[in-house]
């Protein structure tokens, strides 16, 4: 059976720990791999190569740094087929998922690109006599990054493209569920020069994650998953004195109007609730409906939801692949047999007919959910779309901002005023207007509010340059010796 092993130093490195985990293939539910996990001395091991690495890759210049990470990109783009491989095998994407996934974290390459740009300081002559002022943005140390099962390409990216084009030297630690694209994408930094040391992979579990979060000479963590293990990273790490920025969970409402285009509205929510199978931070899983229109819209998401073709990546006609696991499928098919009970309406069972092999279960569609349910309450993460039907556009605003979460939402509608009106008072970090997924462009950054993100940077953009820096200001004055004194006095600038 196939091993996978930790990357350091630029080559592979067998695990010692004697310690592995189970890689499946979720399409067919087979086991397919084996991945080491690493012990606290091997965590050690990592980051004191680390650590010996950064000093000369802080004093390489940022044109040289910048262009490793165009040879990075152009590699990237020339094995994207391969790449997505990976994502279909051990994530079960379908094609067009994996490679939209390898496109967006693509631009995030091509965001760090413009290192010398983006660490430029500011600089004042003269602030006072012969004193001149300038300030300078200097990387951290060694830094790490904890990523999701969810987009084992795109977010490793958001994290080690601005981290190690900072000056910083990074170490991932993937979701232990889908690790080979980490270790595709190191060997892809290596091709693209990459010095020893810069760049290291570390697969673990928990005791891995915990030793990242104390070890003095990590500097900063960053981390996407679950709120409450968002929670958790961001409370250890910063008792630890490190910089987080950690990124919860979601309940993403979108809220459809009565004078929207339902026929757009019906396909922006179909498309944003279930492709990645619902396995993503922003998938649209609450549409808040006005009570006008609200039978009208269920009409039309049930001539849809049906159509999606949910198979393996390895059909080129499947829209839709499987959940990551068998313990995650039963858990998300239970908030569809849960709901019922609760008094909601499940219009679709996506419980029903689904496929024996794999972990595979289709869309469903629950109407007349409310508050107080579980299939509300909780994030579900999975293909399941529950519609909330409300009287006006003020009860669909109050709802979304009583959630728990803040990370995505989107209004549906053709009034600019009522737009631009829900833009300002929404409590949520992204908003889409007409646009159900609105991810930001890799030169913003992305990141929710509330329980949907611990610490006050948001990643990648122009946040992750702050994040992945620390700013220094130099009073510079060159004086005449024969004017030098003693003088006690508070210095002023007059």
């Not at 922003?282 to 049906?306: F, G, N, Q, Y």
Request: glycine letters at 10%; hydrophobic letters at 40%; one cysteine or more.
């Amino acid at each position: 059976m196939q091993r996978i092993s930790h990357w350091v130093n630029n080559k592979v490195v067998i695990g010692t720990s004697g310690r592995t985990g189970k890689v499946f293939n979720p399409a067919t539910g087979e086991q397919q791999a084996e991945v080491d996990l690493a012990s606290v001395a091997e965590v050690d091991a990592v980051i004191a190569k680390s650590k010996a690495a950064f000093p000369e890759w802080r004093a390489t210049g940022m044109s040289r740094r910048a262009e490793i990470m165009f040879r990075t990109r152009e590699l990237l783009d020339a094995n994207r087929k391969e790449l997505a491989t990976f994502l279909t095998l051990e994530h079960g994407k379908v094609p067009s998922d994996a490679l939209g996934e390898i496109a967006r974290g693509i631009e995030n390459i091509e965001f760090a690109c413009g290192i010398p740009a983006l660490m430029k300081g500011g600089y004042s002559e003269q602030a006072s006599g012969g004193v001149d002022v300038y300030s300078i943005r200097q990387p951290l140390g060694v830094v790490a990054g904890i990523t999701p099962f969810n987009f084992p390409a795109m977010v490793p990216m958001w994290m080690f493209a601005n981290a190690i084009m900072c000056g910083n030297t990074f170490i991932l630690k993937p979701s232990e569920k889908d690790p080979s694209a980490s270790m595709f994408i190191a060997d892809l930094l290596r091709q693209a020069g990459l010095p020893d040391g810069v760049f290291n992979v570390l697969h673990g579990d928990k005791e891995a994650v915990d030793r990242l979060l104390v070890h003095p000479d990590i500097q900063s963590v960053s981390f996407v998953g679950s709120t409450p293990i968002a929670k958790y990273v961001y409370e250890t790490g910063t008792k630890n004195g490190k910089r987080v920025q950690a990124l919860g969970g979601a309940k993403n409402h979108m809220l459809v109007l009565p004078d929207a285009d339902l026929d757009m509205a019906a396909d922006a929510a179909v498309s944003a609730a279930y492709g990645s199978a619902g396995e993503r931070c922003m998938a649209i899983s609450v549409v808040l409906a006005v009570d006008t229109i609200a039978d009208a819209l269920i009409e039309k998401l049930k001539t849809r939801v049906p159509n999606i073709k949910v198979g393996p990546g390895t059909d080129p006609s499947a829209e839709m692949g499987p959940l990551i696991s068998r313990e995650h499928r039963d858990k998300v098919a239970s908030y569809i047999n849960n709901a019922a009970g609760e008094g909601a309406t499940v219009v679709i069972n996506g419980t029903d007919k689904a496929k024996d092999a794999g972990f595979f279960l289709n869309p469903s569609l629950i109407d007349n959910v409310k508050p107080g349910m579980k299939c509300y309450d909780e994030e579900i993460f999975g293909p399941v779309l529950t519609v909330m039907r409300v009287k006006s556009y003020a009860e669909g605003l109050k709802t979304i901002n009583d959630n728990e979460f803040g990370n995505g939402t989107a209004i549906f509608t053709r009034d600019g005023g009522v737009a631009r009106q829900f833009q300002y008072d929404v409590q949520v970090g992204m908003v889409g207007v007409n646009v159900p997924i609105p991810v930001p462009v890799s030169y913003y950054s992305f990141g929710g509010w509330k329980a949907s993100l611990f610490g006050d940077q948001h990643m990648y953009g122009p946040e992750g340059i702050n994040f992945f820096t620390r700013g220094k200001v130099v009073t510079s004055r060159w004086p005449d010796p024969r004017t030098s004194a003693v003088d006690l006095g508070f210095p002023t600038n007059r």
